[in-house]
């Protein structure tokens, strides 16, 4: 397929612009005008039309394909949220922040309380903050709390636990902090080996970061014991709720223990989810930590209105302008209002369910390292076909050649030529039953021909890709010949 | 001349006062092509098994640790344009840094070349 540079010819105009009646020359110092027209390329709007949505149709997405792809819920996004959350576009986000400002954006704030309200009985928390615009920005607004927390109490603890099993962002997080890691290793029942726990717990841990289920799609048994024992040592326990699809309505971080907690409402509430983004990772916490939300906070005051408390003495500041990711906000509220108490306890009852379909039929040809009853995402290892030469990363590579997104691979670390799938709620059984069936060919063909796994993708526009040498040289520029035709018009 | 390797797969050659940090052969294998290190600057001070340096590969981005306590006094910048070296030459032109060592008594805690060679079956 061409590149768009490719396709332009000099002269062809998509659009006919009026002339700029603002006269840049005389406000802009010489030196920095151009002189010739930036080379950019030169279509008719058929061929610009054509070209994107040429371009749209090759990619693979949650609209076109079954998409697995483990520890990051990549499910289906009902259409309507979108209309919910054009309905908020007119509302300009200064608007509330301005004196008296409050009174024009009811609808707006209203929103963001009564999501926060809901995101709490989900989790058991206290409060929610929603500013957060991803779930790694929640994490690092969680590890400011907790630092926060103990800087008031004049606790001086500079270090943070994580189990190996935890997503890379939980470390990082606290590293940014300037927390010291130690990281706890997972024992042969799937997660963080409690004795290694124990002994690592003193006076100076500020945190425990734990994700759970974790990501071997596991729910830790031990989850309220560890955060008992943190608080013992005067820790906090700190939730990573990437995985929260698991447990709506079934269990919830608050009433397990945890003080802090993050959601990623682009994977559990159904808002747009990969390919950059946006994102939302709400905070929530219990009581003592509410002094320490970032601002500002959406209040409810007397009248019944919606405001803002704009200052808090003890409060982090603020972490991101305006209110977060407002239509990332409003999309997760209708999700939540549309399925209901009952609709949410499903989702996380399918999607359980649907991974542990997948695990049992496939758990005879691929390698089940923790062989035991899976949440939302079963963690299989390649280990087996990688005696023929096969890895993870060819049997992901035929999987696109059969129709399916390719689930995860290589994470979670810690198991060997990983393949981490997630099927979501969202998949029926046809659809299940054709991935599974796909997943048996790769095996099939991993014992009788590996040359044809190695080969794949066959079928698709671009063939194998050469990642080593994209990710050593990389090369993201056009580079425009001279004396294409892009010269300045009079 | 005295190799020793740690549980993360490091190995350190003591020359002297110093030594010369890299990763084993059997960690190469684990990481797959390697696309970038990042080097440490020298004159950083780490403490036996601080993070030193990380490197990336297709797979994974993975901290280096430091088989001994030391100041790092210099470093493979070949590294920089040619990160291939290390699946090339793990073991001897795909060093990373070398450090002097502030505290030797360290390694006791390292493995000869059997020991960790039979650590390494053990994983297989």
């Known amino acids: 397929m061409e590149l768009i540079f490719e396709k332009s010819v000099a002269g062809r105009l998509g659009v006919a612009l009026p002339d700029s009646d603002v006269p840049g020359s005389d406000f802009l110092p010489g030196n920095l005008l151009r002189t010739d027209p930036p080379p950019l390329p030169e279509v008719g709007e058929p061929e610009l039309v054509r070209h994107f949505t040429n371009l749209s149709q090759r990619n693979f997405s949650v609209d076109t394909n079954f998409y697995p792809l483990g520890s990051c819920t990549m499910k289906y996004n009902p259409k309507v949220l979108e209309e919910v959350a054009a309905l908020f576009s007119g509302c300009h986000p200064m608007t509330a922040l301005l004196p008296g400002g409050h009174i024009f954006a009811q609808g707006s704030l209203e929103l963001i309380y009564c999501l926060g309200r809901m995101l709490c009985e989900i989790t058991g928390m206290d409060e929610v903050a929603a500013q957060p615009l991803a779930g790694a920005h929640g994490e690092l607004t969680g590890i400011m709390i907790i630092h926060a927390f103990h800087k008031a109490r004049g606790n001086r603890k500079h270090i943070v636990i994580v189990p190996d099993s935890s997503h890379g962002t939980n470390p990082a997080s606290a590293a940014m902090m300037g927390y010291e890691i130690v990281t706890i290793p997972t024992a042969p029942y799937g997660d963080m080996d409690m004795n290694l726990f124990r002994k690592a717990m003193n006076g100076e841990v500020a945190a425990v970061m734990m994700t759970c289920p974790n990501t071997l799609g596991l729910f830790n048994p031990h989850v309220g014991e560890i955060c008992a024992i943190a608080h013992e040592h005067g820790a906090l326990a700190y939730y990573d709720g990437a995985n929260l699809n698991a447990i709506m309505g079934k269990a919830r971080p608050g009433d397990m223990g945890f003080d802090v907690i993050h959601l990623n409402l682009h994977k559990t509430f159904a808002t747009p989810h990969g390919g950059g983004g946006p994102g939302s990772g709400p905070v929530g916490v219990k009581k003592e930590l509410i002094p320490f939300l970032p601002v500002p906070r959406v209040v409810k005051i007397d009248d019944g209105a919606y405001a803002l408390e704009q200052e808090n003495p003890l409060s982090i500041g603020r972490i991101s302008g305006f209110f977060g990711n407002f239509a990332v906000l409003a999309r997760a509220c209708a999700y939540i209002v549309l399925l209901g108490r009952e609709g949410l306890v499903r989702v996380s009852e399918q999607a359980v369910l649907n991974a542990n379909y997948l695990q049992e039929k496939l758990k005879k040809y691929y390698d089940l390292p923790y062989d035991i009853s899976c949440m939302h995402e079963c963690v299989f290892s390649a280990a087996r076909q990688l005696k023929q030469g096969v890895h993870a990363l060819d049997i992901a590579k035929f999987l696109i050649d059969k129709g399916f997104h390719p689930p995860t691979v290589y994470f979670p670390l810690i198991v060997k030529e990983a393949m981490m799938i997630e099927p979501t709620e969202t998949e029926s059984k046809a659809n299940l039953d054709a991935f599974i069936a796909a997943m048996i060919e790769a095996a099939e063909l991993a014992e009788k021909n590996p040359q044809a796994l190695m080969q794949a993708p066959v079928t698709m526009p671009v063939k194998r890709l050469d990642e080593v040498k994209a990710a050593r040289e990389i090369n993201v520029c056009h580079l425009l010949a001279q004396g294409t035709g892009h010269k300045a018009r009079d | ?124």
């Not at chain 2, 005295?2 to 002297?16: A, Q, S």
Request: charged content about 25%; overall charge negative.
């Open chain 2, 1 to 124: 001349m005295d190799v020793l390797y740690t549980k993360e797969h490091e190995w350190i050659r003591i020359e002297g006062s110093a030594g010369v940090v890299g990763i084993t052969g059997y960690a190469v294998g684990q990481l797959g092509d390697i696309t970038f290190v990042e080097l440490p600057s020298v004159g950083k001070v780490v403490k036996q098994f601080d993070v030193l340096c990380s490197i990336e590969s297709v797979k994974a981005a993975s901290d280096i640790y430091a088989p001994l306590g030391g100041t790092v006094v210099a470093v493979n910048q070949s590294l920089d344009s040619r990160p291939e070296i290390i699946n090339e030459s793990a073991e001897e032109k795909g060093w990373l840094v070398k450090i002097e060592i502030s505290d030797p008594s360290g390694t006791g805690r390292l493995m000869e070349r059997q020991e960790y060679d039979e650590y390494v079956k053990g994983l297989e």
